[in-house]
């Protein structure tokens, strides 16, 4: 197997948002995810091998400073209907960094969150940092582009709960938590620097805190976004176990 | 004020670990890091600031993309002995990546851990990026370096506790945890891709696993090192509240 050109320039071009919009189409890399990929419901368009086409072609394909054996062109699935009637979701409202992004879906992934929610302001998810650090969770938790604000308000109009974790929030070992048995929760997580923004933090039902340690004196001022995520999800899950 | 084209140099050349090595020297970016660096018993060297030195000698001396307004030059501190009695610390074994090791810095820095045992194959903590992701953790979380397998041989020599997650674990939620009140407990974490490396894992005494949800279906074969950090610190933390 030989690669034209055309068609080398063509993935290449897949480095860039603007050709991914395009084409609706994104590379994933390394055997694992590879290997996922075709084991997946998403439609891997093509395959290549470092074996079959060569080492200086993948180095040329490749986007990581360390071209992986195995990489795929991958198409992005067409937006879908998204209505939940209950299950346990987290809303992103402006995470700007593309490794929490993953990282967070991978967090989704582990502990069982229904869909993941992103506002427009959210980092791309076919960002090829973003598809790395998913290892995988990307082709299996559902990912959903909608405003967090009309989102979080059909929720409440539901009867679900609208958590978020604030500085001022209570102890989230002391608070019920409803991992969305009846009606859906979502668990809304904030931009880096900024946290949750004020149109989205006015449709929090539930004000949540990690307590630090000791309890008075937190050092830090925050945890990062990701691991704030963790901390939270595993907590709602340890209740059910 | 204005900047030599030496001094220019000096600082630039921090960028390198040779240079970081050879002067005992390292850089931090942003005022908020510059504030934390003044406050902290850290010899701050000196600061420099884009309103003193001008926009085009502060985006010469940044190691960011986006220059922030301050940056300082801190001096290394002198390793310490470290024979801990009691406490809570976390071994890593192997943390190759910049951010996971500066957000791990920060988990600790919040959940009130005693220090952070780094082993020798651990990215370097002054690495530029792993400074930054500390968010100023690094000024106020004690990091050592040593041999882990030793140490944690040491601590289970004292009647102390070594803890580390295995996919063959217990549930973290219901075993004992020790958080070192009366003996050193380590939280050792392992590598990225290989997890604790098998020497460390014969000092390992007592063998965590952080359950997914549903039980039976992780999804994802794995969290990321700073979130099982993070998930399991927290543990420890809770049930002491």
């Not at 998403?42 to 395959?47: A, K, Y």
């Not at 290549?48 to 180095?59: K, S, T, V």
């Not at 209570?170 to 149109?199: H, Q």
């Not at 004000?207 to 691991?227: H, K, M, Q, T």
Request: charged content about 20%; some cysteine.
């Amino acid at each position: 197997m030989s690669i034209s050109k055309n068609e080398l320039r063509q993935v290449r071009s897949l480095a860039q948002k603007k050709f991914r919009d395009e084409t609706g189409l994104f590379v994933v890399e390394g055997e694992k995810m590879v290997s996922e990929a075709l084991a997946s419901g998403f439609e891997v368009v093509s395959v290549y091998r470092r074996d079959e086409i060569g080492e200086e072609a993948m180095a040329r394909l490749s986007q990581l400073s360390s071209p992986s054996p195995a990489l795929a062109v991958v198409r992005q699935p067409a937006p879908a209907a998204f209505r939940p009637v209950k299950g346990l979701y987290l809303a992103l409202d402006g995470i700007r960094d593309p490794g929490n992004l993953g990282t967070i879906l991978r967090v989704a992934d582990w502990f069982g969150i229904d869909a993941v929610i992103a506002s427009p302001d959210t980092v791309e998810l076919y960002n090829p940092k973003v598809v790395q650090a998913t290892m995988g969770a990307i082709f299996r938790v559902p990912f959903h582009r909608l405003e967090i604000p009309a989102f979080c308000r059909s929720v409440l109009a539901g009867g679900g709960h609208v958590y978020g974790t604030f500085l001022n929030g209570e102890n989230l070992y002391s608070k019920t938590l409803d991992c969305g048995s009846a009606a859906p929760s979502v668990i809304v997580i904030g931009n880096e620097s900024k946290g949750i923004s004020p149109e989205t933090a006015a449709c929090v039902s539930d004000r949540l805190f990690i307590p630090p340690y000791p309890a008075d004196d937190p050092g830090s001022e925050s945890l990062n976004a990701a691991i704030a995520t963790a901390v939270t999800v595993a907590e709602f899950r340890r209740r059910s176990l």
